[in-house]
């Protein structure tokens, strides 16, 4: 697994990283397993979030025999007990609970987790995220989100890591503010690389959380095998042809987003070692064909006429 410099922090993450937030759905035991894999396999940076129910506690009881290996990311800003949300007190005090549920004296990346751009600039938020790097509880601030929020932290010069939606269906962030960011030295790490992947799903979805990206592919009518004839090839690709097709669009969809110039890592949500070896062994087939690329992006923009908003 490739390891890129996070922008220009000191730190250095996989190209793939493992997303924390479905470990709550694992036993105990297939957690660990799942962590085991992902450092076998090279996946080195994990994300994770106070809202992710019993995934920071999971990853601090296997980073106790294993801390080095890993870059690790959480998210803060909210749900302490007695403090209201999106205030420096909640983000100072979630910086402690997440070291101690994580079972380390640091972490090396905490996000401010959605929050609007007016709580960026006038909440306190981000002096208290930067008294936590200060003091050594926190090796870099950052913010994680989409819209104004995250144009607010691209200018922001204190939050060097950035984390937004980058894929297929949601590429407003790689034309906007991934330049930027980059210009200006920060990380940036794609979440949700698979749109949630809603070419999983046989008719149109009603819940919102799927029905934005299942729109979008149907305007934009990608076929991946069409753009792409090698995402059908390599290791983990099934024999069956809807398989296959899903497999295709896996490849595709994480080619795309480990390799667009200025993504350091994209982060992979999954409970399943098999789909994870699956995905590192997809973008152990490179980068896609800058024809594939262009017409990705030419789609994007001509189905969503400028329109389509980063899916927060």
């Not at 792409?228 to 099934?238: E, I, M, N, R, Y």
């Amino acid at each position: 697994m490739e390891l890129r410099n996070f922008g220009t922090t000191s730190l250095a993450v996989s190209a793939l990283g493992l997303g924390g937030g479905r470990l709550d759905q694992l036993s105990d035991r297939d957690a660990e397993s799942l962590l085991a894999a992902a450092r076998e396999l090279g996946v080195t940076y994990l994300d994770t979030a106070r809202s992710y129910g019993t995934s920071e506690s999971r990853i601090g009881r296997y980073l106790k025999h294993c801390r080095d290996s890993f870059v690790v990311s959480t998210k803060v800003g909210y749900g302490i007990d007695g403090v209201e949300d999106w205030t420096a007190e909640s983000v100072s005090r979630g910086v402690d609970a997440a070291l101690r549920r994580l079972q380390t004296d640091y972490i090396d990346i905490v996000y401010l987790h959605s929050c609007p751009a007016s709580t960026l600039r006038y909440g306190g938020v981000v002096e208290a995220l930067v008294h936590a790097v200060e003091v050594g509880k926190v090796r870099v601030a950052g913010y994680a989100g989409d819209g104004e929020g995250l144009e607010a932290a691209v200018e922001d010069p204190r939050l060097a890591a950035l984390m937004a939606s980058a894929s297929l269906f949601d590429q407003v962030a790689l034309h906007r503010s991934l330049p930027n960011a980059k210009n200006a030295g920060k990380g940036f790490v794609a979440k949700r690389p698979l749109a949630n992947a809603p070419w999983r799903l046989s008719e149109r979805p009603v819940d919102a959380e799927w029905v934005t990206y299942w729109d979008r592919m149907a305007c934009m009518g990608l076929d991946p095998l069409e753009l792409d004839p090698s995402v059908g090839d390599g290791a983990g690709v099934p024999s069956s042809k809807l398989a296959a097709s899903r497999a295709a669009w896996v490849a595709l969809s994480l080619r795309f987003a480990v390799y667009t110039w200025g993504v350091d890592s994209a982060v992979l949500g999954t409970t399943s070692i098999r789909h994870l070896t699956d995905a590192c062994a997809a973008i152990r087939q490179g980068p896609l064909s800058a024809t594939a690329v262009h017409a990705i992006r030419s789609r994007f923009s001509d189905a969503s006429g400028g329109h389509w908003a980063g899916h927060v």
